[in-house]
């Protein structure tokens, strides 16, 4: 399956810019690979807590009961 790619940017505090680096070149692998692979990691818990968030706002207003 091939995977489509979207260039982006994210501004990082210099610190774990530096860790990336140090990393990637330890390694010999790009900054972008372990960026891509951290978002990718954690893009499912991040989902899953704003969804948890949501329904917990809903349950709390009234919008929504648990049984």
Aim: no cysteine; net charge neutral.
């Amino acid at each position: 399956m091939y995977m489509k790619y979207m260039p982006t940017s994210v501004r990082l505090p210099q610190e774990a810019e530096d860790r990336l680096t140090a990393l990637s070149q330890k390694t010999g692998r790009s900054k972008a690979f372990y960026i891509r692979s951290a978002i990718l990691e954690y893009l499912d818990e991040l989902e899953d807590i704003y969804l948890a968030e949501q329904t917990l706002k809903r349950i709390k207003n009234g919008e929504e009961r648990v049984y």
